[in-house]
């Protein structure tokens, strides 16, 4: 967790909102870093984190992990957190026919079906255990990232299905938050890939978009984040509150700085 | 958590690497036994697989794609487990010598290959492999080469753009010790006997289509099915993911998969913008991700991606590959007679590295590089750029003609002149009034973004 993105987004893991979705995307850049930073985010505080990592290895997040210091391997051995490895579930399922559903069975499919078993997954991985003492504060739920949904053959609406039937359990039933990631495809004119974007940026609350900077490689300032809080279910004539700050990652945390204020040009 | 072993010592004998390297924790690489502990870290391991190397940075198992300037700009090196996507060039002249260097240097260094290709028969493909240079006989050649080519430019200085004088040359010449990364004669083919003495297995796609190699159902083309079997086959039995009990592999599987998404394979995208199996190279390729991520082994692949036609796979293929490298040859385009790049064949794009285990990665601050072909060496070069010469040129002029020019500059360029030496501004032959509009000017400028 980068405590200077804390301060931007003016919360704390103890007091964090409930019942939100937030949106990353990423243009011309890579905006992994946001999804690292919400995992140890919602793992400090003390939440259930149902993780859906679909481009990556276990590995890679429990390094980076501890870098931000929280151990991936205690949360999930302590039933703190569901991880689904996408890459070894893949395999799993197109080399060995499986008797129970698969989160990823629709790879097996010829035919685009829909993402229910993946959903099912997710409802069992945050259904609320009854063992006496609540545990866990409230449930998230972890995708990184959906773009890589549609590259496997799913079509825009079935994801946005997926999305829909996951904000109503986790964050209106169980009062919860969920956090995705899509990529934004720019000008590669990927229709469905837009279809998916601008359907979520409606229903989100919070949308952080990490943009790489319009001039090109900087060696100091590796892109641009701006931050949208939204109200979609109040039809409201406030206006959307939006800022932006340049950032620059580095190993173990990322610094943001006003446009123009980066330490390296002042 | 990872222990990074220092590089020097890998500078060893040429059979078994005397280095200690930790390897990315892979959760199927757990010893299953009563030294493994309970938790995923397993401290640093003993392990010598020859041609490898850590990485600086993340203590990650890295191999060498065969050229040693490519590897510098990747940050070192190829990682085990990862894919390497190369773009072709518009008449594939340049991608297959980089797909042969990556095979020449797995044979050198004694790792299993696995060559899938459905032009050319991969028996072929290891006949065309470059031979190695070897050390003793290959310093001085190089040596010699390198003399005769830079010592008519080296007296020249560059009178314009002066700073760009100081800017490191990105070739390396060969260090006689290593053992990571070697060179490569392309005019010379790779001994008989080092072909033979290496272990190889192909995969032609006209023989292997028609057999009856038991196969899952899958909604890939068949041509991209029998291929991820294959290598499923291949990756089990000879043990690369340590979970076969009888095999205890301590190698490298360099795959290496020739014109992927082309027509030959039977895919269509290649052919028609929105065709029946346009998700056919996405799910290969994501499958393929996590065959390797789980074993100890690299692919190159190379890609007609301007044939695509949807530019959104594009798009897809780079977010689900590693890293991706693009050639652009100046063959046939207007680039061949421009005079800025007349020493070179071709512009080579680093598109994406990844950041694995890291939150930043090696980027490599020069981003326009050119490649050559020499008569031996395939080398990679950043470019001199033109543009900002003229800038730094205007600097030099006549006090007198200096301030009509500054004015006109300054809407131009700004940056420069921020970088300008203070002997500009110290100008005592001029008038109070326009000093004053002049230090103005510059606040104006320097404070606002």
């Given at each position: 967790m980068f405590v200077e993105l804390n301060?931007?987004?003016?919360?704390?893991?103890?007091?964090?909102?409930?019942g939100k979705l937030t949106l990353l995307c990423d243009a011309k850049t890579d905006g992994s870093f946001l999804v690292h930073h919400f995992l140890s985010f919602y793992l400090k505080a003390n939440c259930k984190v149902c993780f859906v990592a679909l481009i990556q290895s276990f590995s890679h997040y429990s390094i980076v992990g501890q870098k931000l210091g929280v151990s991936l391997t205690m949360a999930r051995e302590r039933g703190q957190l569901v991880f689904l490895e996408g890459l070894k579930s893949a395999v799993d399922v197109v080399f060995q026919a499986q008797k129970e559903p698969q989160p990823l069975q629709f790879l097996r499919e010829a035919n685009a079906g829909n993402l229910k078993p993946l959903f099912?997954?997710?409802?069992?991985?945050?259904?609320?255990?009854?063992?006496?003492?609540?545990?866990?504060?409230?449930?998230?739920?972890?995708?990184?990232?959906?773009?890589?949904?549609?590259?496997?053959?799913?079509?825009?609406?079935?994801?946005?299905?997926?999305?829909?039937?996951?904000?109503?359990?986790?964050?209106?039933e169980l009062k919860g938050n969920m956090v995705v990631l899509v990529h934004d495809s720019g000008d590669a004119e990927d229709e469905e890939n837009d279809i998916l974007l601008n359907g979520l940026s409606h229903q989100s609350h919070l949308i952080l978009r990490a943009e790489g900077l319009a001039t090109g490689f900087c060696r100091d300032v590796h892109g641009q984040l701006r931050i949208l809080w939204r109200r979609p279910s109040q039809s409201t004539a406030q206006r959307d509150q939006s800022f932006t700050y340049q950032y620059k990652i580095q190993d173990k945390s990322v610094s943001f700085f006003a446009k123009g204020m980066s330490p390296a040009v002042l | 958590m990872a222990a990074v072993a220092t590089c020097d010592s890998v500078a060893g004998s040429t059979g078994s690497a005397v280095a200690t390297a930790s390897k990315r924790n892979v959760t199927s690489f757990q010893k299953r036994g009563p030294r493994a502990s309970g938790t995923n870290d397993s401290g640093p391991r003993l392990v010598s697989i020859a041609g490898t190397r850590p990485s600086v940075r993340n203590g990650q198992l890295l191999v060498s794609t065969g050229l040693p300037a490519l590897d510098q700009l990747l940050g070192g090196g190829l990682a085990v487990g990862t894919v390497l996507l190369i773009e072709e060039d518009k008449y594939n002249i340049y991608s297959p010598l980089l797909f042969k260097y990556?095979?020449?240097?797995?044979?050198?260094?004694?790792?299993?290959?696995?060559?899938?290709?459905?032009?050319?028969?991969?028996?072929?493909?290891?006949q065309e492999l470059p031979a190695p240079l070897l050390d003793d006989k290959c310093k001085k050649e190089f040596d010699e080469d390198v003399y005769n080519h830079k010592t008519p430019e080296s007296n020249i200085k560059m009178k314009i753009a002066w700073r760009y004088q100081l800017l490191p040359k990105m070739e390396i010449g060969p260090v006689s010790s290593s053992r990571f990364g070697h060179y490569y004669d392309a005019s010379k083919r790779m001994p008989q006997e080092l072909i033979e003495a290496s272990n190889w297995h192909g995969f032609f796609l006209p023989e292997k289509i028609s057999s009856t190699l038991k196969v899952e159902p899958c909604s890939l083309t068949p041509g991209y099915t029998k291929l991820l079997q294959f290598i499923q086959n291949i990756i089990y039995e000879e043990g690369f993911d340590g979970s076969n009990p009888q095999k205890k592999q301590r190698n490298i599987l360099r795959i290496g998969i020739q014109n992927l998404g082309s027509p030959l394979w039977g895919d269509d995208i290649c052919c028609a913008e929105n065709g029946g199996n346009s998700h056919s190279l996405t799910k290969f390729l994501y499958v393929l991700r996590g065959l390797l991520r789980t074993s100890l082994s690299a692919c190159i692949i190379t890609m007609p991606t301007h044939l695509i036609q949807n530019k959104a796979i594009i798009a897809r293929v780079t977010n689900l590959s590693d890293i991706v490298v693009g050639l652009e040859s100046f063959i046939g385009s207007e680039r061949e007679t421009n005079p800025l790049y007349k020493d070179y064949h071709g512009l080579i794009h680093i598109r994406q590295i990844p950041r694995l285990n890291n939150l930043i990665c090696d980027e490599s601050d020069v981003k326009d590089l050119a490649f050559k072909l020499k008569r031996k060496?395939?080398?990679?070069?950043?470019?001199?750029?033109?543009?900002?010469?003229?800038a730094t040129f205007l600097l030099d002029g006549p006090r007198k003609k200096l301030f009509p020019c500054l004015f006109q500059l300054l809407g131009v360029a700004c940056i420069p002149w921020l970088m300008a030496s203070s002997s500009v501004f110290k100008v005592s032959n001029i008038g109070e009034s326009l000093c004053y509009q002049l230090s103005g000017f510059f606040s104006a400028y320097l404070f606002h973004f």
């Open positions: 301060n931007l987004l003016n919360t704390t893991p103890d007091r964090a909102e409930q099912e997954f997710v409802r069992e991985a945050l259904k609320p255990v009854d063992s006496g003492e609540a545990r866990w504060t409230y449930p998230v739920l972890l995708v990184d990232d959906l773009s890589v949904l549609l590259s496997l053959g799913m079509g825009a609406v079935a994801v946005l299905d997926f999305i829909h039937y996951c904000r109503a359990t986790v964050c209106w | 990556f095979l020449a240097e797995g044979i050198v260094n004694g790792h299993t290959l696995l060559v899938a290709s459905a032009k050319e028969d991969p028996a072929n493909i290891l060496l395939f080398t990679i070069e950043a470019e001199v750029q033109k543009g900002v010469s003229t």
